[in-house]
């Protein structure tokens, strides 16, 4: 064990504002609360995969990245051309 890098970080965290500390917490729990949340994913998509009756969902991946592009073009066409005529 290390203890000269213990205390160090117990130095540091002491050190620490308030604000500071508790964003250092959100790092920490953070990979605590993915594994909180792994049971359910995989409970949720056993599920779905049971009301579509095992069947896998295989989706068209060119057709998903053509309706992006789509929408994203629907989306910024607008504004492009709004700012052309005020130019």
């Known amino acids: 064990m290390n203890i000269q890098l213990v205390e160090s970080l ?29 049971p359910k994913i995989l ?8 009301r579509h009756n095992g069947q896998h969902f295989d989706p068209d991946i060119d057709q998903i990245i053509y309706q992006v592009r789509e929408e ?10 709004s700012s052309k005529e005020h130019l």
């Open 43 to 50: 409970a949720n998509a056993q599920a779905i995969q049971q």
């Open 10 to 38: 117990a130095n540091a965290i002491k050190a620490l504002s308030t604000e500071e500390r508790e964003l250092l917490n959100q790092k920490l729990t953070y990979q605590s609360h993915w594994q909180n949340l792994r």
């Open 72 to 81: 994203r073009d629907q989306q910024l066409l607008p504004d492009f051309f």
